[in-house]
């Protein structure tokens, strides 16, 4: 059974830093692209980064280009999403997924929660 | 970016009714060479993470009800729930998988009237 476990999310400053993790389990980790979403409080999602199945390319929204790094680690089956000069507006419920192999996502997590505030 | 839009925002319907929801993409996500449209339908029930339905415009998921059907290429999508079921209440979404950054539509809320 795929399993993806954020971690990480919690109340920081704006212009402070955080480190995301997804623990995925249930399937060949490094066979699949992995992204990552997010979804603001009673808001749509938003796609933020996905990286490909070894760490080669990565690729980022606009609005946190320069600000947010997505990684993997195809040793320990783990996503990560460093995050910096955070905003309040990054404030919001971010996901970890999986692709398929034809590059849909077909696995969510539950998400972990990021508020950014003073 | 390719900006995706869905109609309506919002509707109601009866059970066993059919729910029909648009969406269309500002650019193609067909790809020529294998002839595939890039475009996923995901459902997302109130305090869960979304689930996939469809891939590839019309490709249903394993596991997933048959009342859902998805169809179009191009630009132009729909999603249609054959016979609406209460557990059917949800928000769903259309988004692009052909290019980066990939792009969600802003959801359709579907409710039983």
């Known amino acids: 059974e795929v399993q993806l476990v954020e971690s990480g999310g919690v109340v920081v400053q704006p212009g402070g830093s955080l480190r995301l993790s997804c623990a995925a389990s249930?399937?060949?980790?490094?066979?699949?692209?992995m992204e990552w979403v997010r979804q603001a409080p009673a808001k749509g999602l938003e796609w933020v980064s996905l990286?490909?199945?070894?760490?080669?390319?990565?690729y980022y929204t606009d609005s946190v280009k320069g600000r947010f790094t997505i990684s993997r680690d195809n040793k320990r089956n783990s996503l990560y999403l460093q995050m910096n000069s955070l905003r309040p507006e990054d404030t919001a419920l971010y996901y970890c997924?999986?692709?398929?192999?034809?590059?849909?996502?077909?696995?969510w997590g539950q998400g972990t929660l990021v508020t950014v505030s003073s | 970016d390719i900006v995706m839009t869905q109609s309506p925002d919002s509707l109601a319907v009866s059970l066993g009714e059919r729910a029909t929801i648009s969406c269309k993409s500002s650019?193609?996500?067909?790809?020529?060479?294998?002839?595939?449209?890039?475009l996923a339908w995901y459902q997302q029930i109130s305090g869960q993470p979304p689930k996939l339905l469809i891939y590839?415009?019309?490709t249903r998921e394993s596991g997933v009800p048959d009342r859902f059907s998805g169809s179009g290429s191009g630009t132009d999508f729909t999603l249609t729930i054959s016979s609406l079921q209460a557990e059917d209440v949800a928000v769903y979404y259309c988004?692009?998988?052909?290019?980066?950054?990939?792009?969600f539509g802003q959801g359709t809320r579907v409710e039983i009237k």
């Open positions: 650019r193609s996500v067909l790809y020529r060479p294998n002839n595939k449209n890039y």
């Open positions: 249930g399937f060949n980790f490094d066979d699949y692209a």
């Open positions: 988004h692009q998988y052909y290019t980066s950054p990939r792009t």
């Open positions: 997924a999986k692709d398929n192999s034809v590059g849909a996502i077909d696995y």
């Open positions: 590839g415009a019309s």
């Open positions: 990286i490909n199945y070894d760490g080669g390319s990565t």
